[in-house]
Structures are given as structure tokens and as C-alpha cells.
């Protein structure tokens, strides 16, 4: 079955770094569209991210452009999102996602705060 586990959040102060991953299985990864959505506390799901099967195109929320990167290893099954200068209005639980398919992780917390 399809499987989407998330690691990689936790606390962190704001300017600071995280790397968020997602290993997937159960469906053929290197050929599907991912993203990384994420739910801020009492907000709806924001689209955070997404990356072609390929890896070839990416795109962006204009709330984390040119501070996030999406990423991903097909050898590997697994999907990246690297986030630089940490923002607390990033804090969110950040889900890996199966673009255009209702599979998701289970969420990892992401708390950006001094």
C-alpha cells in the first residue's frame, strides 16, 4: 500500500535551517508529481511546494520563495524540503503529499521560535 512518512521537524529559532523528508512507497515515486503542503495552528493547508516526477520543474508559494528548496531522490524514494532562514510564521505541521492522488503522510511539526 502507499505510504508517505515524514521526518526531519522540530524546534527551531528563527533565521535557523531544517531539512524535512519524506519516504515514500507503494507507487511508482520517480514517476509522480510530489509536494509539501503545511497547516499552520487554527489556519487551513497552504501548498507549500512542489517537483515534477523528473525533477525538471519546481514550484513555489510566494510566502517561502527563495527560502525553501524541494528536492528529490528517485534511487531513494524519498522527497526533500530544505528550509533556510526560518521565519516563526513557518511554524505548521508540514505534509509530504501524492500530487493529484488524496494520499498523504501523517505531518511532521516544524516550530520556528526563540
Known amino acids: 500500500q502507499v505510504q508517505l512518512v515524514e521526518s526531519g521537524g522540530g524546534l527551531v529559532q528563527p533565521g535557523g535551517s531544517l531539512r524535512l523528508s519524506c519516504a515514500a512507497s507503494g507507487f511508482t515515486f520517480g514517476s509522480c508529481s510530489m509536494a509539501w503542503v503545511r497547516q499552520a495552528p487554527g489556519k487551513g493547508l497552504e501548498w507549500v511546494a512542489d517537483?515534477?516526477?523528473?525533477?525538471?520543474?519546481?514550484y513555489y508559494a510566494d510566502s517561502v520563495k527563495g527560502r525553501f528548496t524541494i528536492s528529490r531522490d528517485n534511487a531513494k524514494n524519498t522527497l526533500y524540503l530544505q528550509m533556510n532562514s526560518l521565519k516563526p510564521e513557518d511554524t505548521a505541521v508540514y505534509y509530504c503529499?501524492?500530487?493529484?492522488?488524496?494520499?498523504w503522510g501523517q505531518g511532521t511539526q516544524v516550530t520556528v521560535s526563540s
Open positions: 503529499k501524492w500530487v493529484g492522488v488524496d494520499y
Open positions: 517537483i515534477d516526477g523528473g525533477g525538471g520543474r519546481e
